[in-house]
């Protein structure tokens, strides 16, 4: 796999960023990104929690839950990290609770109601 090497001001940009870093060449056009969430590690983990059959949220359930992220950070004026790992925490007991409840019973469309 080819590599670069990054200047200590460039590798300290992508150890602090949050999203997603838009690599550009010395004219300043875009060659592609760099997500600093996706590392050997990380991935190294969703292996195991895979492996060791964990709850895991689909890309469909993430997105789905996207809109009512938005309404709450649109009305309460934003949050931060604080505030989102509190209301994260809030949504795993609920769904924990509502798949104890719902755990083994059959619906119509064959489908858990998520």
Not at 74 to 90: I, K, N, Q, T
Request: proline share 4%.
């Amino acid at each position: 796999m080819p590599h670069l090497i990054l200047t200590e001001a460039q590798a300290q940009i992508v150890k602090q960023a949050r999203d997603k870093v838009q690599v550009c060449d010395s004219r300043g056009d875009a060659l592609g990104s760099l997500d600093p969430s996706h590392t050997e590690e990380g991935t190294a983990e969703a292996e195991r929690q895979l492996v060791a059959g964990l709850p895991r949220n689909s890309a469909e359930q993430v997105r789905a839950r996207l809109p009512a992220l938005e309404q709450g950070s649109a009305r309460f004026g934003g949050f931060d990290e604080g505030y989102m790992e509190a209301l994260l925490l809030v949504v795993r007991r609920i769904r924990s609770a509502l798949n104890a409840r719902w755990r083994g019973r059959t619906f119509h469309s064959g489908r858990h109601p998520d």
